[in-house]
């Protein structure tokens, strides 16, 4: 894989992967410990809604760089590649259902001011991004290991 492929590949997954173990072990337990609602789902919100834009340029990265080194290497790519490749088109699914469904539900129901309704679907995210965070580590797994 060119050099330059490699970087931009794992900008993109060191910057998603590592957002998700940011959230996951840091944010989410801190805004529960500290915050009360409606604080904490405004926050977040606010900080979904920062990184999202983060997360599609990632997407944007790792499928640039990926599909060229898919297209370089041929048939003579690893079959690593091609698990990852597999694996990180269902981490985009399941992250445009998060942006599309229940972030997307979160952000209306918070300009309605019902946190109950922001709660549960903030719940809905944490779910998928654990999903994701788990497929993210599965891929790197595979490629690093078969």
Do not use: K, T, Y
């Not at 944010?27 to 920062?50: N, T, Y």
């Not at 654990?130 to 580590?137: A, E, I, K, R, T």
């Amino acid at each position: 894989m060119n050099r330059w492929l490699l970087l931009a590949h794992l900008a993109g997954a060191f910057v998603w992967l590592g957002g998700m173990s940011v959230m996951l072990a840091a944010v989410r337990p801190a805004a529960f410990a500290e915050l009360e609602p409606p604080l904490r789902p405004r926050l977040l919100l606010a900080v979904l809604a920062r990184f999202f834009p983060l997360v599609w340029l990632s997407i944007a990265l790792l499928l640039g760089s990926g599909a060229a080194a898919l297209g370089a290497a041929g048939a003579a790519a690893p079959p690593g590649w091609l698990a990852m490749a597999a694996i990180g088109c269902v981490m985009i699914a399941v992250f445009a259902l998060i942006a599309f469904g229940p972030m997307a539900r979160a952000r209306r129901a918070a300009r309605d001011a019902d946190w109950a309704a922001v709660g549960a679907a903030l719940q809905r995210v944490h779910r998928l991004v654990q999903l994701n965070f788990v497929l993210g580590w599965l891929a790197v797994a595979w490629v690093v290991l078969a």
